[in-house]
Nanobody
């Protein structure tokens, strides 16, 4: 059974940092990604990493967030620095076969989400 389990969310002040983790079991994907959804807004792609460690970022987080993966542990990470109040959202880990995509509908597997709250 495929499972994606996120951890590492929490509350920080603006300018602070958090690191999210996503542990995958029962599945070895080609692409893993992070999405986020704020209240009243659509789910949006944040970052993605492919099997060859190629990465992509939303323009709103480029230069502040870094996605990485540890293949031996089947775990991906999202290091979030210089956090802003507008980064507040429920963050989801997702996985898919094939090339990475920024569209949530393309992802086959999802975690339960972890809350990130940034106060000003």
């Amino acid at each position: 059974q495929v499972q994606l389990v996120e951890s590492g969310g929490g509350s920080v002040q603006a300018g602070g940092s958090l690191r999210l983790s996503c542990a995958a079991s029962g599945y070895s994907s080609d692409c893993m990604a992070w999405f986020r959804q704020a209240p009243g807004k659509e789910r949006e792609g944040v970052a993605a990493i492919g099997s060859a460690d190629s990465t992509g970022y939303a323009s709103s987080v480029k230069g502040r967030f870094t996605i990485s993966q540890d293949n031996a542990k089947n775990t991906q990470y999202l290091q979030m620095n210089s956090l802003k109040p507008e980064d507040t959202a429920l963050y989801y880990c997702a996985a898919k076969f094939g090339y990475c995509s920024s569209a949530s509908r393309d992802y086959n597997y999802w975690g339960q989400g972890t809350q990130v709250t940034v106060s000003s």
